[in-house]
């Protein structure tokens, strides 16, 4: 038996590592689909850890997300696992509960490995600082000799750079340097300073490249080969003129010579779906091939609609001895080299980047790995089955609504909010919602959130009986007193137009029940938005169509998710999510 298995193998070697004539000895391409991390996971930083069982590490931005810098694993470059978060406890970086405004947080994290130690390198950034305000960048370092266990990642170390998209060096001389992007007291450019990565001192900060032209020359990395230094970096801004430019020099602090062949990666000027490629980082997989991860938005040049915002993307790459490495371009669906054979074998809490969600918040269970809040949650507000609601999540209202402090933090009392990326262009996501409020804008639903500043929320609210806005949908209940009771409410914010409130009484005939509610993403543009009672759901009403263009803004992706609030007022009815769904239906890729 064991001699026909080996026969077998051996024949099933020979037959699929037949070379293709003239090929380099790689048995056969493979094909795989863009993005390879859907949904909110910007800047993406990836390594292969051999010492790890050859396994792919990714992590990615995540702004004000707590917890925050989610980190993927794969051992087959296909399958990719969340198998945890860098950012995993308030103590590790405390000051994220109060950096201002929309766009602040984790900007670009450098995920590598060294000599035992996987290290994250990042940049916590207050974005309502000017540049000239030190205080804008906080530089720091998280450490963990065990990426699948949370609590193994340090606290911040902290260093001095005023500027961002910080990336460790190792050098071959023994030097330990950090490469970053941007500083106001220059021009804008590319620096490098000396570092010790264990206490956070830095040498002096020194500009080594200025880049092509293009604004903003940051995301830099630096990767030594053949003698070179060579410098990866990201020019043009994030948006539409994104792109991946290099250079290269003999020492680590130039002077850098320009790649002849830049852009490297950029799907600007064109009509790709695929837009605003760059931030890129590379490796080299076990069979000694190398890959490219950058961002891209599924945006088209239209530049619209793109809800997920900033993806994980990958290319292969092909690099010759003594030369610039050479990028293929960016599309859906890609051939490149030949993948490690395919291996679920990973460990770590949370799903595959392509699950959907079957969450019934069973007793003892907790919040899954990939549930996300913004900035740090208040945890008695979250609650897993208490013993009267067993199969719930009780969430006690925060005083602030989504929206909070005019669209900025929401200080230390927080807003209750969970959620999870939105990673799929269609989808169907839904809850069960068991809400009795009694005071007026007492109110729980569900959003589609983006930032604090852009969101649009479906919930039960506690308004006066003459605040409908429209009968509901199907009745012809109008009740013109100032009595409260029980409405449906649509209520969106942000920078793009959004539809006006909608505001209608819950019929009589479902009062007192549970309702579904749930958001369904029916075509590349647009969201519905619905709702019914959750024992009768042939009753389900839709209450509005809204376009997704009001949450395609920035540097985030939309979280899905549940809130309870009492809008500034006295409320404090906790409200019960049960069956909690989220059902991937299409990605769309060209
Ligand atoms: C937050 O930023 C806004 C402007 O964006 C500013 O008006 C406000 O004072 C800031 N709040 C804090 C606490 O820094
Ligand atoms: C970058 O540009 C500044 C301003 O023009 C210049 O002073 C500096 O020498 C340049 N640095 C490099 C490394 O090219
Ligand atoms: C895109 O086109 C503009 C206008 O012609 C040009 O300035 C820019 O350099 C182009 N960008 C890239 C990356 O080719
Ligand atoms: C296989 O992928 C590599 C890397 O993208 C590429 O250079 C090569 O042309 C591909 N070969 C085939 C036969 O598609
Ligand atoms: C609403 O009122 C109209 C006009 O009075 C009537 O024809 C219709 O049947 C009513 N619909 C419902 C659902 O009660
Ligand atoms: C509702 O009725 C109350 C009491 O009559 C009144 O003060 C309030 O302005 C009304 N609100 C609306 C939206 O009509
Ligand atoms: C998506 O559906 C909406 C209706 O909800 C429609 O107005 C819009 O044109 C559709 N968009 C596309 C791209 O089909
Ligand atoms: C949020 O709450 C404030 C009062 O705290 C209120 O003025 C605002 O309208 C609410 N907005 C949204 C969109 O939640």
Redesign the pocket.
């Known amino acids: 038996m064991a001699r026909v298995t080996v026969a077998t193998a051996v024949y099933l070697i020979a037959v699929l590592a037949t070379p293709v004539l003239g090929s380099k000895p790689h048995a056969q391409n493979s094909t795989y689909y863009n993005p390879i991390l859907p949904g909110f996971h910007p800047d993406p930083s990836c390594i292969f850890v051999p010492e790890w069982d050859d396994t792919f590490f990714c992590a990615s931005s995540s702004f004000n997300a707590f917890p925050g810098i989610p980190l993927h694993a794969s051992k087959d470059l296909q399958n990719w696992k969340l198998i945890g978060n860098i950012l995993n406890r308030p103590e590790q970086l405390p000051r994220l509960v109060e950096t201002n405004r929309s766009t602040s947080g984790i900007w670009a994290p450098t995920l590598r490995f060294n000599d035992g130690n996987f290290y994250l390198v990042t940049t916590l950034v207050d974005d309502d600082r000017v540049d000239t305000d030190s205080s804008r960048w906080d530089n720091i370092i998280f450490k963990s000799e065990d990426p699948y266990d949370p609590s193994a990642w340090t606290e911040a170390i902290h260093f001095d750079f005023e500027g961002y998209d910080t990336s460790p060096v190792w050098d071959s001389d023994g030097k330990t340097y950090i490469v970053g992007g941007h500083a106001w007291k220059v021009f804008p450019g590319i620096l490098l300073a000396e570092a010790n990565l264990e206490t956070g001192e830095v040498g002096e900060w020194e500009v080594i490249w200025n880049g092509t032209g293009g604004t903003a020359p940051e995301g830099p990395h630096i990767f030594q080969k053949d003698g070179w230094y060579y410098l990866l970096a990201a020019e043009g801004g994030t948006g539409l003129d994104h792109m991946v430019t290099m250079a290269r020099s003999k020492t680590i602090r130039g002077p850098y010579e320009v790649n002849p062949a830049n852009p490297v990666l950029t799907n600007a000027n064109t009509t790709n779906y695929f837009q605003t490629v760059g931030h890129a980082d590379l490796f080299q997989d076990g069979a000694g091939n190398w890959w490219g991860v950058a961002l891209s938005t599924r945006s088209g040049p239209e530049y619209l609609n793109y809800p997920m915002g900033r993806e994980t993307i990958m290319v292969p790459v092909t690099w010759n001895e003594n030369e610039f490495p050479v990028w293929s371009s960016l599309s859906g669906e890609m051939s490149g080299w030949e993948f490690p054979q395919e291996n679920l074998e990973l460990d770590g809490t949370g799903p595959l980047i392509t699950e959907g969600d079957t969450i019934d918040f069973e007793p003892g269970s907790v919040l899954p790995t990939h549930f996300t809040h913004w900035r740090f949650p208040i945890p008695d507000s979250y609650t897993i089955s208490p013993p009267d609601h067993p199969n719930t999540l009780r969430l006690s209202p925060s005083k ?4 909070a402090l005019n669209g900025n933090y929401a200080g230390p009392s927080g807003q209750t909010f969970v959620g999870r990326r939105q990673q799929d262009t269609l989808f169907t996501f839904s809850i069960n919602l068991d809400f009795s409020p009694t005071l007026l804008e007492e109110e729980a639903g569900i959003s589609v959130f983006l930032t604090q500043n852009h969101h649009l929320d479906l919930g039960v609210v506690m308004l006066p009986a003459n605040s409908s806005t429209a009968p509901f949908p199907g009745t012809n209940l109008t009740a013109p007193s100032a009595e409260l009771i029980p409405h449906l409410r649509f ?1 969106g ?1 942000s920078y793009i137009e959004v539809p006006k409130d909608i505001v209608v009484p819950i019929p009589d005939s479902w009062s007192g029940k549970a309702l579904r509610l749930e958001i369904k993403a029916h075509n590349m543009t647009h969201y519905s938005m619905s709702t019914g009672p959750a024992d009768a759901l042939s009753q389900m009403k839709t209450i509005l169509d809204v376009s997704n263009a009001p949450v395609s803004w920035g540097f985030s992706g939309v979280i899905l998710g549940v809130y309870c609030t009492s ?2 007022y006295e409320g404090s009815t906790p409200a019960y999510i049960s069956k909690w769904r989220y059902t991937p239906q299409g990605q769309f890729r060209n």
């Open positions: 602030l609504n989504l929206t209520r914010i809008n500034g």
